[in-house]
Every structure is written in structure tokens, then in C-alpha cells.
């Protein structure tokens, strides 16, 4: 709060904290006055009825205190009334309305003093109808403009709820977003459309040729004296056998320099090396066994013989 809002007092904090911020001081100072003085207006008329009772019925004295309540009494509704259109931010037309209003109300005040009580309620002239059927259009003009007013002031104010991001709320009380994702997709690619800039920021071009000045490598140097080191290829599968070696979960494929020859002679070594091991472990009380052991160990000679052949 400013120094300025802080000292305005507290008819301003009232206007701040129940309508809004003030257009103009005169219309905040004019529609508390009015508001409160059509109470006031009321409050006196009605101390003035009160009193005006106490004396005997169509006496001077009980006309000359009850026909000024009932005038104050009906002022007192369409200032107070007034206040409330002149305190709100109306249009023009409602206010001019409302004064219109007010203004033919005061007329229809002003004939009930002038016929009351000698023309009023069925004596002499009797200008009754006429003062009411005045006094309820003039009421009918200013309480229409209060209604406009009240509901102008009533939108205005949801207007101000929903740009401060209040926003609806679905059955779980969760917010309901206004603005999904694809929406904001849609208006990147909208916002980018024309834009002509490539990767880093450079200007696209269509075609694909790229073009150097002459100045372009003036400050460029090349030292001729320095060493090279020249490295070769030693072949496409001795590359491709390195790409593998370094990925990873690969193993790496040994190669023998052994003979085919060689590895047959040890295979067969190996495998008489495992019969005879087995023949030697086997049940030598098993009658089975005792026969078949030689028979097995001929058959076998057999085999790597012919297999020599």
C-alpha cells in the first residue's frame, strides 16, 4: 500500500475492500455521503412519525410532525439508492438514469407537502394518485438503474476472479487446465513457420554449396616444418575384428596354429585315456563286466584301426 492509499482514510479502505480500486475520489466521497444520508433521512422520518403520534389524531400538531416523516421517508429510499449507483463504476447512461429517477421522486415529494393534509386521502382536490403514480415511476427508473449497476459491478468482478487464474474445478476439486499440451505444441509450430534459421542459428539458404571469401583464412597459419605421423590401414577384417573387440558383452574369437591331424591324434588319446578309466572304476565281481571288458577293449582297437586305414 502507498503512502497516498494509506492516507485516504477509512471511507477508501472500505471502497477498496468491497468494490475496488477508486476511479475518482469525488465519486467515492458523493456515494458515501448519499448512502448514508438517505439512511440518516430515514432514521429521522421515522423519530418524526414517532413523535407526531403523540399528539391527537388530524390535529395541527400531529400534521405539521407527520407529514414531514412521511416526505423525509420517501427521499430517504432513492438517495440511498443513488449512493449505491454513484458508488459503483456505472456507464454514463446509468448513472443519467438514476439522477432522472431522483429527480422525479423529489417532485413527487415536493406536490405530497404541498397537498397534504387538505388535498390528500379523499379531501377536497385529492391529489393522491397522482403524487404516488409520479413518486413509483421515478422509483421504478432509479431501482432499474441500481439493478444495472449491481450487476455490472458483479461481472466485472468475476472477470477480475477468472484473469487471476481461480479457474473451475472438476468433481475431485482439481483444477481444470485451460491449456493442454497440444494447444501449446500447435502454437510453437505456428511461431516457427516462418521463421528461415537453421542448426546454430544460421540463415537457411536452399541451396547446398558452401562459398569462402579470399579473406576468410588471411589469419590462418600452417606450420610446414612440424612432424607427421601417417597412420595406415592393415585391412578391412583387422578393423572390423578391433570395432568388435571394443564393444562391449563381445568376446574376443582364438585362433590355433595347430593342424587338423594334431587335434584328431589328441582327441583320440584323450578318449582312450576316459575308457580305460572307466573300465578300470567298473564292478570286477560282476560277471557281465569281467566278459565284456576284453571284448570292449578289442572292439576299440578295431576302430582306431580301421579308422588309420
Not at 96 to 108: N, R
Not at 193 to 214: I, M, P, Q
Amino acid at each position: 500500500m502507498s503512502a497516498e492509499q494509506a492516507s485516504d482514510g477509512y471511507l477508501f479502505d472500505l471502497y477498496r475492500r468491497y468494490i475496488g480500486e477508486p476511479e475518482d475520489r469525488t465519486d467515492v466521497y458523493a456515494g458515501f455521503g448519499l448512502f448514508l444520508g438517505g439512511i440518516g433521512l430515514a432514521v429521522i422520518g421515522l423519530v418524526l412519525f414517532l413523535w407526531g403520534n403523540t399528539f391527537e389524531a388530524r390535529s395541527p400538531g400531529y400534521f405539521a410532525w407527520v407529514g414531514p416523516a412521511y416526505a423525509l421517508a420517501m427521499t430517504a429510499l432513492p438517495v440511498t439508492m443513488f449512493g449505491i449507483v454513484t458508488l459503483l463504476p456505472s456507464e454514463r447512461r446509468v448513472l443519467y438514469a438514476s439522477t432522472g429517477g431522483v429527480t422525479i421522486t423529489i417532485a413527487a415529494v415536493v406536490g405530497f407537502l404541498v397537498a397534504y393534509p387538505k388535498d390528500w386521502n379523499g379531501y377536497r382536490n385529492d391529489y393522491t394518485v397522482e403524487v404516488i403514480a409520479t413518486y413509483a415511476v421515478g422509483l421504478a427508473f432509479i431501482t432499474a438503474s441500481t439493478g444495472a449497476a449491481l450487476i455490472a459491478h458483479y461481472l466485472t468482478m468475476a472477470q477480475r476472479a477468472d484473469a487471476a487464474g481461480t479457474g473451475t474445478t472438476d468433481a475431485d476439486g482439481n483444477d481444470d487446465p485451460e491449456i493442454t499440451d497440444a494447444q501449446i505444441q500447435r502454437d510453437i509450430d505456428d511461431a516457427m513457420e516462418d521463421v528461415e534459421l537453421s542448426w546454430g542459428g544460421v540463415e537457411k539458404t536452399e541451396h547446398r554449396r558452401l562459398s569462402f571469401s579470399n579473406d576468410d583464412f588471411d589469419d590462418v597459419s600452417v606450420d610446414t616444418d612440424a612432424g607427421t605421423t601417417t597412420t595406415r590401414s592393415a585391412g578391412v577384417d583387422a578393423q572390423v575384428a578391433g570395432l568388435n573387440g571394443l564393444k562391449g558383452g563381445e568376446t574376443k574369437t582364438i585362433t590355433s596354429s595347430a593342424t587338423v591331424d594334431d587335434q584328431t591324434a589328441k582327441l583320440k588319446a584323450l578318449r582312450k585315456q576316459k575308457r580305460a578309466e572307466e573300465l578300470a572304476t567298473a564292478d570286477d565281481d560282476g560277471s557281465i563286466a569281467t566278459v565284456t571288458k576284453p571284448v570292449s577293449i578289442l572292439i576299440e582297437q578295431f576302430r582306431d584301426l580301421a579308422k588309420r586305414n
